[in-house]
């Protein structure tokens, strides 16, 4: 189910975008820059604006820190923007881009969540005590799994596991960065790696086991030696 789920299916689009953004970058042939194009496009029809936001991020990772091509990013950014004017705009509140409605229900899952945070500040509420403590705070009858979770990877860290484990966290992701290397791996590692983690403030996405799988392999090859 979640596959068919715009932001999570955004963030995997892009990672794919910016992997042969780099791979393009390496081999300057012209069938890797249309396979970027084509997967760039597949992000615009995701109407998925924190995947937009995400892609942003780690293309100027990319373009500006590792591979000092400014232009480069201008003329990406131009076609990205001239196709998401070109997109069609149906009925439904999906395709529109200045929708509302998904911010402020994101906007109450954060308060929600730091109202619960601010119960159990030290340790959390637990792994699995997430959905039955937002029901008996908040009340309402949840029938989704999304009860379990939170809007965003750093405050279900939070929440769950207190500021000791929310440091705990930050602190294993930055031994994390420290270890890879230096090479096309470790750099890619490390745009891929930033834009997950500008996309985990509006979605759930370092938990989603797609991506959890995905840059678990990807980090074992960029690995120092």
Known sequence: GTYLDPGFTGIVVVLGTLLSLIYYGQKKEIRYFCLFLFILITV???YSRASYIALFIGSIIHLFVFAKKRSSFFIIATIFILTLFLLPRLASEGTLLER???IYA???NYRQTL???SQYPVFGLGFNNLCSARLRNFGGLETSHACSGSDSSLLFVLVTTGVVGFWIFLNSLYQILLSVSRN???KAFIICSSSLFIHSFF???LF???IMGFMSIFLAISLKD
């Open 44 to 46: 615009v029809f995701t």
């Open 100 to 102: 509302t409605q998904s």
């Open 106 to 108: 994101r906007l109450a």
């Open 115 to 117: 109202e619960l945070y």
């Open 184 to 186: 096309i791996y470790g």
């Open 203 to 205: 979605a759930n996405s």
């Open 208 to 210: 989603y086991a797609g």
